[in-house]
Structure formats: structure tokens, C-alpha cells
T-cell receptor, first 110, second 115 residues
Framework: KNQVEQSPQSLIILEGKNCTLQCNYTVSPFSNLRWYKQDTGRGPVSLTIMTFSENTKSNGRYTATLDADTKQSSLHITASQLSDSASYICVVSAGNDMRFGAGTRLTVKP | NAGVTQTPKFRILKIGQSMTLQCTQDMNHNYMYWYRQDPGMGLKLIYYSVGAGITDKGEVPNGYNVSRSTTEDFPLRLELAAPSQTSVYFC??????????????FGPGTRLTVT
């Protein structure tokens, strides 16, 4: 069954600290993996997209990694800011079939 | 470009009522999607369309209908609202890019409560 599991469910960190969010998947055949940021009350916004051949992709303070062998991805946030408070969603595609994780709710406190 | 717009932002329905959630995109995208997002769950695909006049079911289509008469608009219809349809609904669109890294754009969502 095509599944996407994210951990932790929620995370609280202090402003300026780094954090890493995890995504494990069983989706097959793999096409690409995306990380989205979803602010409260808004639609998801794309952060990174990685294909099978890419093992790291950065977007400013966000760095995503992909291990296609172990079917794991992580999203590392550096020097967190209050505006990073949001849900982060991992999405894995098999062709046109996109499977969404439940997300990690990140709260950055001053 | 306004991107993907959805109306209304919020709606409360009584059981058995019907309504249409509107979705419009001004990016000339061929592909459009409707998702629902329940608390603690990932987005689930309700219906999608690959172009005007073509629609297909997603993972959770029961209780919903769609139409795609133009490239820009993709309304979602609830005929007999049920409490199980209480959710946040997102419309999304993307272009026909042939690569695996196409960009998908989401609307701001419609929060629907059925009581």
C-alpha cells in the first residue's frame, strides 16, 4: 500500500535553533518527493522537489535530503525563525498519483 | 496572476443541503484537482481533471461531483451534505509539463462544516 509517514507529529523549538523533520514512504514506483509548507489557514506551498537521482535540494534555510534506497527523506531547517511556524508536508508521487503525509506541526518560539 | 482562488472561505451547511465550492485558476493550467484535508490526516484526492471536458475520480469521490466546462474553472458539488464531509477543501492546479518536477499550486482552501 502506498503510504507516507512523517515524524514527529509536532515539534516545538526556540527561535534560531535548527531542526530536522522525517518522512518515510512505501510509495512505488517512485517519481518524485516534495516538501510543502502550510501556514495555518492557507494552502500548501512547495519548498523542494526531488527526483530519484537527487539526494539533496536546498531552498534558502530549508534543505531536503532523499535516500531512495531506504525510502526516507528529511527536511532540515537552519536558524529557525518565527515565520517557520507551520505544518510541513511530505508528498511522494508514483506517476500522477500523489500521496500526502499527515504533516509535522512546527512551532518556533521566541 | 491571482493563481488559484476558491470561494467561499467558510461555509456551514445543514445535513442534506447542497452547495458548490468554486475554484478558478488564471495560469492556463490543464490539470486541476480537488482535495480534502481532515485533522491529523494527509490530503486526500477527491476528483481531478486533465483538461476541459475531462474529469476522473480520485481516492475519495463518494458524495461529490465535478465538472470542467472551461480551462479556468473546476467547481466541486456536494449534493446531500453529510457530517462526514466536514473538512477543509483545497483546489490545486498544474501545467502539462512533461518532467517529473512539475509545480502544483494550491488555493487557500474552503472550510466546510456540516451539522
Amino acid at each position: 500500500k502506498n503510504q507516507v509517514e512523517q515524524s514527529p507529529q509536532s515539534l516545538i523549538i526556540l527561535e534560531g535553533k535548527n531542526c530536522t523533520l522525517q518522512c518515510n514512504y512505501t510509495v512505488s514506483p517512485f517519481s518524485n518527493l516534495r516538501w510543502y509548507k502550510q501556514d495555518t489557514g492557507r494552502g500548501p506551498v512547495s519548498l523542494t522537489i526531488m527526483t530519484f537521482s537527487e539526494n539533496t535540494k536546498s531552498n534558502g534555510r530549508y534543505t531536503a535530503t532523499l535516500d531512495a534506497d531506504t525510502k526516507q527523506s528529511s527536511l532540515h531547517i537552519t536558524a529557525s525563525q518565527l515565520s517557520d511556524s507551520a505544518s510541513y508536508i511530505c508528498v511522494v508521487s508514483a506517476g500522477n498519483d500523489m500521496r500526502f503525509g499527515a504533516g509535522t506541526r512546527l512551532t518556533v518560539k521566541p | 496572476n491571482a493563481g488559484v482562488t476558491q470561494t467561499p472561505k467558510f461555509r456551514i451547511l445543514k445535513i442534506g443541503q447542497s452547495m458548490t465550492l468554486q475554484c478558478t485558476q488564471d495560469m492556463n493550467h490543464n490539470y486541476m484537482y480537488w482535495y480534502r484535508q481532515d485533522p491529523g490526516m494527509g490530503l486526500k484526492l477527491i476528483y481531478y481533471s486533465v483538461g476541459a471536458g475531462i474529469t476522473d475520480k480520485g481516492e475519495v469521490p463518494n458524495g461529490y461531483n465535478v465538472s470542467r466546462s472551461t480551462t479556468e474553472d473546476f467547481p466541486l458539488r456536494l449534493e446531500l451534505a453529510a457530517p462526514s464531509q466536514t473538512s477543509v477543501y483545497f483546489c490545486a492546479s498544474r501545467n502539462l509539463a512533461g518532467t517529473a518536477t512539475y509545480e502544483q499550486y494550491f488555493g487557500p482552501g474552503t472550510r466546510l462544516t456540516v451539522t
